[in-house]
DNA sequence: CAGAAACGGGG
DNA sequence: GTGTACGTTTCTG
């Protein structure tokens, strides 16, 4: 038996046995090369919980369907304690199979949580996050050179017990941006005619160069043959190095599809993967996502359209705006002239080459932190972090939340679901057009955290929820007659009421992200040392990203405990006092020329006569 | 005017 | 893969 300190970087899971094994992607701590290692965890079972009025009837008829574990378990809906079916079954893929038969049965009312992919699941019910550092043990089932380089060595280990968090520090991590220049006579590449003609690659481990059949007298080009060797040197130097974190710019869409497509017809294989396996594209709805066993790859692109707020997102503007720096450019349309120029133009197109991919680095290096702390208090691998929405985000935080506080998740919309909820929408914050002028003596006034203050303090969520909608199925039965006004908040305009107590389950967690905040902000001030000061900086903005995104969240027609009577609430509270703060102004001789959402500008006026 | 389609980034 | 996920602008009937 053997003990390993590891940072887990990817996660996933294969059939062995007709039944799961979840492979954690690591690299063991304190090993200078970052040796990888892949464990493998055979104990996790795939499970959902179902509610019946029947249990006993329930059980029979499920029975029937032959799954691995039927047991009856008491979680909270809603936050009503509440009897479940918990359904193990022994694969994952027999969730998606058998959910529908179950949920049609007579004696069923609901299925819940049969919507959560089995690696999230495991991380969720093994507290594991990924960036954080871990003990685990078990035997040593394969220990070789890699399959990937003959430098280093890599282990694959069986484990005995559940993986035990330790946290810790985030590890140095072995980042490489690549960017590929392509001949196009044509406007844009086509990959089954046009030759990839130059790789930048440029990494934190001391790589800054360009492959390419030209630019011999280059110190930063590294010549070969032809295109088949450019990609095989690609490859080899990912490999060689041993990275954990490749980046591109728009490298979804564009350089990995291109790559394969004249891998796949030069006969290169892409097999970068920690296991030895290939390049592979997900389905994202909208978009692909390039991706490699253990080896995360991140586009910048998605990323930046989330970090920053910008008109436009290419590369170059991005640049400019986190570094306030110029870019090398040459013309995307005259990239093929540049090439053939075989003159100081194509010193040029090497220059841009590396600048390009150099740029790409510099901006992984400043915004991957905040990526990496997003990722450790989300609790989803980074690779599923940089593609999810900010509202999934959030959501993902809730669930495990939810596992936390013994509470159900509800189900994900389906379409039909979400396109009903489109046409809803909610009344935003109150804006009083900015009188025309230049005014003089003003005064501004603004709430600290309108919206969440709200949330927390009119307890706004849909647990305790008392109006008649899809979401208080708990709250149904609750005889209103009972409470008092005394017992709940009513909101303004729609009459809409929350019970005082319990507190509602959305509003603890926002509570708590504004309390740890806080105390992180503390220990900011606190502390001198400006690498933690750095670090605690990133810990409190990935809060206050997550917090922020939570304000609006109700109103997202995909969010799991979607409400427009919340929505709905906040905001008309949130018209309420700022008006009522804009009445009060007045009384004193300040009168508001200008007001948006949460605050206002007034104009001081000494007496009214 | 509503609903569908295209776009973004990349070369 | 316990899959099929954006938000906004422009075009089309």
Not at 12 to 26: C, H, P, Q, S, W
Not at 112 to 118: C, L, M, S, T
Not at 318 to 327: D, R
Request: aromatic share 10%; with cysteine; net charge negative.
């Amino acid at each position: 038996m053997e003990k390993r300190n590891i940072i887990l970087l990817d996660i996933d899971y294969i059939t062995k046995d007709e039944k799961a094994a979840v492979r954690l992607f690591g690299k063991i701590k304190g090993d200078e090369q970052g040796k990888n290692i892949i464990a493998i965890d055979e104990s996790f079972e795939p499970y959902i919980y179902v509610i019946s009025d029947d249990i006993k009837l329930c059980r029979r008829e499920i029975e029937e369907l032959n799954p691995e574990k039927i047991e009856t378990v008491t979680k909270k809906n809603f936050q009503v304690e509440s009897q479940f079916l918990k359904v193990t079954f022994k694969h994952p893929q027999d969730v998606p199979k058998l959910r529908d038969t179950i949920k049609h049965l007579d004696s069923v009312k609901d299925i819940r949580e049969h919507d959560i992919p089995f690696y999230r699941r495991y991380l969720i019910d093994n507290n594991v996050f990924p960036m954080s550092e871990f003990e685990i043990s078990g035997e040593i089932l394969e220990s070789y050179p890699s399959i990937n380089s003959s430098k280093d060595s890599m282990e694959i280990i069986k484990m005995s017990s559940p993986p035990k968090m330790i946290g810790g520090e985030f590890p140095e991590l072995r980042i490489l941006s690549f960017d590929l220049e392509v001949y196009n006579p044509k406007g844009m590449p086509n990959a089954s005619k046009n030759e990839i003609i130059m790789i930048g690659i440029s990494s934190n481990v001391g790589i800054e160069k360009v492959i390419s059949t030209k630019g011999e007298d280059l110190d930063y080009v590294e010549t070969v043959e032809n295109e088949k060797e450019m990609i095989e040197k690609f490859v080899a130097i990912v490999k060689e190095n041993n990275i954990d974190i490749i980046v591109g710019y728009n490298s979804d869409n564009f350089d990995f599809p291109y790559l394969n497509d004249r891998a796949k017809l030069l006969g290169v294989d892409l097999d970068l993967g920690m296991d030895g396996s290939n390049l592979k594209f997900m389905r994202r709805g909208y978009t692909n996502a390039a991706t490699l066993k253990g080896l995360i790859h991140i586009d910048l692109y998605l990323l930046m359209r989330r970090y920053i707020s910008l008109d436009r997102y290419t590369l170059e503007r991005v640049y400019q705006e986190l570094f306030g720096e110029e870019k090398v450019d040459v013309p995307g349309d005259k990239i093929w002239q540049y090439w053939d120029s075989d003159s100081e133009d194509l010193v040029k197109l090497f220059e841009y080459s590396l600048d390009d991919v150099v740029s790409t680095l510099k901006i992984a290096e400043e915004t991957l932190p905040l990526s990496l702390e997003l990722t450790r208090l989300i609790g989803q691998p980074l690779f599923d972090l940089t593609r999810l929405a900010t509202g999934q985000q959030a959501e993902w935080y809730l669930v495990r939340k939810a596992y936390e506080y013994n509470e159900v998740v509800p189900n994900k919309p389906g379409g039909m679901e979400v396109s009903s909820r489109k046409t809803e929408s909610a009344v935003g914050g109150y804006v009083k057009e900015p009188e025309i002028g230049l005014h003089e003596n003003l005064v501004q006034f603004d709430f600290r955290s309108l919206y969440p203050s709200i949330i927390i303090s009119k307890n706004i969520s849909p647990d305790v929820l008392l109006t008649n909608s899809v979401n208080n199925i708990a709250r149904i039965n609750e005889d209103e007659n009972d409470l008092t006004d005394d017992d709940y908040y009513i909101s303004p305009e729609y009459g809409i009421k929350f019970a005082k107590k319990p507190q509602g389950f959305i509003p603890s967690v926002i509570g708590n992200v504004l309390d740890e905040r806080l105390k992180i902000k503390k220990r900011m001030k606190e502390t001198d040392d400006p690498t933690a000061k750095r670090i605690l900086h990133v810990q409190q903005d990935a809060l206050k990203r997550l917090a922020n995104t939570m304000y609006g969240i109700y109103g997202f027609s995909r969010f799991r405990w979607y409400s427009m009577e919340c929505a709905r609430s906040i905001t008309a509270w949130g018209r309420d006092y700022i008006k009522n703060s804009m009445k009060k102004a007045e009384e004193y001789g300040f009168y508001a020329i200008y007001a948006d959402t949460d605050g206002f500008y007034a104009k001081y006026i000494a007496s009214k006569e």
